[in-house]
């Protein structure tokens, strides 16, 4: 959830502070590179797409 004002307004990495704040990843939208591609692998998971593509078994 996101609660900085400047994250909801413009996002965390057209902040100002985005380089020197500690908290740009739990009070912000900021998410690391690596947890990014984890959650949208999480998402695909749960809406009930398959990664491989395999359909039916045959």
Excluded: W
């Excluded at 740009?24 to 947890?35: N, Q, W």
């Amino acid at each position: 959830m996101t609660l900085c004002p400047i994250a909801l307004a413009i996002g965390c990495e057209k902040c100002p502070a985005f380089k020197v704040c500690p908290l740009k990843g739990v009070i912000g939208d900021y998410k690391k590179k690596e947890e990014a591609d984890t959650t949208e692998q999480e998402d695909a998971t749960e809406s009930g797409e398959e990664k491989d593509g395999a359909e039916g078994g045959q």
